[in-house]
């Protein structure tokens, strides 16, 4: 036969990462003004306390607008607009992460 399938019995070991790592995701990120998003923080720690305080900029000024851990936000005006999380835990340094034009208002406008 051509295809000859192999059966392979042995184990994969592995260990989590270790660290404090910020993500996060939005319920849309494009759509008609005023538009509505809910941003849920899905951060990796391995820190078991988890992650203490959550720092959002969510419209790109470089402004922090929310603090709370999955936070919405009305953007009523046409444009794209970056969005960073800032996170900490207990024991490793802040982490944060910034999407690039990750929402986009009116995008139809923005041709």
């Given amino acids: 036969p051509v295809f ?8 994969i070991y592995y260990t989590l990462g270790q660290g404090l790592f910020a993500n996060f995701t939005a ?7 005023p538009l509505n998003v809910t941003f849920q923080d899905t951060t990796y720690t391995s820190d078991p306390g988890g992650v203490t305080s959550w720092a959002w900029d969510l419209n790109g000024d470089s402004i922090v607008d929310s603090n709370a851990q999955a936070p919405s936000f009305t953007y009523s005006t046409c444009g794209y607009y970056d969005v960073t999380l800032t ?3 207990a024991t490793h340094p802040p ?3 910034t ?3 990750f929402i986009q208002a009116d995008p139809q406008l923005l041709v």
């Fill in 4 to 11: 000859t399938p192999r059966v392979w019995n042995g184990e």
């Fill in 95 to 97: 982490s944060t992460i």
């Fill in 87 to 89: 996170v900490t835990d």
């Fill in 27 to 33: 319920n849309t990120t494009s759509g008609p003004t």
């Fill in 99 to 101: 999407k690039r034009q």
